[in-house]
């Protein structure tokens, strides 16, 4: 058999257990509070049928047959940043702790874009990695391999869902989001790199100062590269939890009690 016959055969039976799975299941996970598409104050509805998920969003199980990647820890892929021979970091094993204990400052929502647009904010993150870098700059020049350890205070968090509504065969809606924008703004930030220098205490205590001084040299391209990954991981999760039901099961027209 080719490797493309395998490939169809394998696409077929993804589409069977794809189905039958829609079948069998429960359409929405019990855990979400739906709003009905007339209340007055929908927007509060929402926010309060997110905060309810919040708990559940740490672990990421949602309900039985319904796990989306997990907030406690948030893992990143790993990237490499580079400018020429004199700017390399790299970062492997990225992990975020405490972002589930965030707190929604703004929400809208337009009913006819289909746009739900938070604003949130988190007090603490704490993160993990492990880096490789070479820079060499006229502030700064530094060289290591080591644990990388974050925190980042008081960021907020732009999360954008485009919802758009797709016709199905038997009539019915189903709403699916095409894209997802997220924006970080992170807050005050400290950065320890063990290991700078080989390990040379004094000058990795003098380096450590150094990036602290001019974090902004990396996370002007750092903070692109984690925003992408959050954007498709916020898509994702949007759409794997919604995307069973048809729209008069999300926003019913009736007030739900
Ligand atoms: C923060 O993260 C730690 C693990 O690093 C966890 O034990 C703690 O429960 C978290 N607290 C909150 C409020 O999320
Ligand atoms: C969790 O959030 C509360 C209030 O929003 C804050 O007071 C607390 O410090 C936060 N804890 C962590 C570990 O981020």
């Known amino acids: 058999m080719t490797s493309s016959n395998v490939y169809k055969d394998c696409s ?23 709003c009905s598409r007339n209340d007055e104050d929908i927007e509060k509805c929402i926010v309060n049928s997110v905060m309810k998920l919040q708990p559940l969003l740490a672990s990421g199980k949602l309900d039985d047959g319904y796990e989306v990647p997990a907030i406690e820890p948030f893992r990143y892929d790993d990237f490499i940043i580079e400018h020429g021979p004199n700017f390399r970091v790299e970062i492997r094993n990225l992990e975020s702790y405490n972002g589930s204990n965030f707190s929604i400052e703004k929400f809208k929502f337009n009913i006819d874009k289909l746009t739900f647009d938070f604003i949130i904010s988190v007090p603490k993150i704490r993160l993990t990695a492990k880096y490789k870098l070479k820079v060499k700059l006229t502030v700064l020049d530094i060289a290591g391999n080591g644990d990388m350890e974050s925190t980042v205070k008081n960021s907020k968090v732009r999360m954008k869902l485009y919802g758009k509504l797709i016709d199905n065969s038997d009539g019915t809606k189903t709403m699916i ?15 320890f790199l063990k290991n700078l220098f080989n390990g040379d205490p004094t000058l990795g205590k003098v380096g450590n100062d150094l990036i602290n001084e001019n974090q902004d040299l990396f996370l002007n391209d750092i903070v692109p ?24 099961e999300i926003l019913p027209d009736k007030p739900v009690n």
């Open 12 to 34: 077929k039976v993804l589409l069977l257990i794809s189905l039958i799975i829609g079948f069998t299941n429960a359409i929405l996970p019990k855990s979400i509070e739906v």
């Open 177 to 191: 989001f095409e894209k997802a924008n997220v924006r970080i703004i992170p807050g005050e930030s400290k950065i």
């Open 225 to 248: 590269v984690l925003e992408k990954q959050f954007s498709e991981i916020f898509k994702k999760v949007a759409n794997d939890v919604i995307g069973r039901a048809t729209v008069d």
